[in-house]
């Protein structure tokens, strides 16, 4: 707030609860020449909550960042200042705005983040989980195959891993995350700091104890790897029948399992998808 050159200040507002904004953030808002906002009409209701009139507003989303580059440096080089918010949270978290930050560091533009609400923080604090290490991965991809293969990466790596999902996509997502990460913890936060905040906690081999009907903004937290001893013959099978609808040959099957289920090695996996396959 003390600058007297252009700055952009990267602005965390209320996941849900207003109580949540900073007094830093309002004196922020409310002395910034131009808002560049992810949803310039929820923008302006949270303004108007806070009780900052006046504003001017200019879209910065997914679809139109790159676009909106040079309009933002013409608006640096012309002695403004500005700041960048999302619909909620911390912008630049799977929200717009990295590429602008960016651009503006390298055309020696001041930019201050003024810190607050974060989905993916507020989820480990409350979900009981390791919360560290841990690996943020946003939104996932739509595809059944992306998803494998973006959990499978970043599964290895032993850390905690904390993600977005769609409603109609989490029962779907968390058997996904089952076949190819074994049996985690998980906890799904939703509506965090809303009337409605839950967290659920389970294991993944419950996935389908997940209801339906969950409604709200959902983050997703799974564990790392948990040594809960050797898993039992019937759930080798039942990994192996899903491997096996990968269509892979039965060394990288029985491999890949064997680095998923504790107490059988990937010989003895191999042996079990033999029988498995003569069975059939």
């Not at 002395?31 to 923008?43: G, L």
């Not at 013409?74 to 002695?79: E, N, R, S, V």
């Amino acid at each position: 707030m003390h600058s007297t050159s252009p700055t952009l200040w990267v602005v965390a507002t209320p996941l849900g609860n207003l109580g949540d904004i900073s007094e830093r953030a309002r004196e922020v808002l409310a002395a910034a020449d131009i808002i560049f906002a992810e949803d310039t009409r929820r923008s302006g209701k949270l303004l108007q909550s806070l009780g900052i009139g006046g504003k001017s507003f200019v879209s910065l989303h997914e679809h139109n960042e790159d676009k909106r580059i040079r309009m933002v440096l013409d608006h640096f080089g012309q002695g403004g200042n500005a700041a960048l918010v999302s619909d909620a949270g911390t912008p630049l978290m799977s929200d717009p705005g990295y590429r602008v930050v960016r651009a503006c560091r390298e055309n020696g533009i001041n930019v201050v983040p003024v810190p607050g609400p974060c989905a993916p923080v507020t989820a480990l604090s409350g979900c009981g989980l390791p919360p560290y290490p841990f690996t943020f991965l946003g939104f996932l991809p739509r595809k059944d195959g992306q998803i494998r293969k973006i959990l499978e990466v970043h599964g290895q790596t032993g850390a905690t891993i904390v993600f977005f999902e769609r409603k109609s996509r989490l029962r779907e997502t968390m058997h996904l995350a089952y076949e190819t990460l074994g049996n985690r913890e998980y906890a799904i936060c939703r509506e965090l700091t809303k009337d409605f905040e839950e967290f659920i906690n389970g294991t993944l081999s419950g996935w389908e104890e997940i209801s339906e009907e969950l409604r709200g903004e959902i983050t997703v937290v799974i564990g790392p790897p948990v040594d809960d001893g050797p898993a039992s013959e019937d759930e080798l099978m039942q990994m192996i029948d899903s491997e096996m609808e990968s269509g892979d040959k039965p060394k990288v099957i029985a491999r890949r399992i064997s680095e998923r289920l504790g107490g059988w090695t990937a010989k003895a996996v191999y042996e079990k998808i033999t029988e498995r396959k003569k069975g059939s």
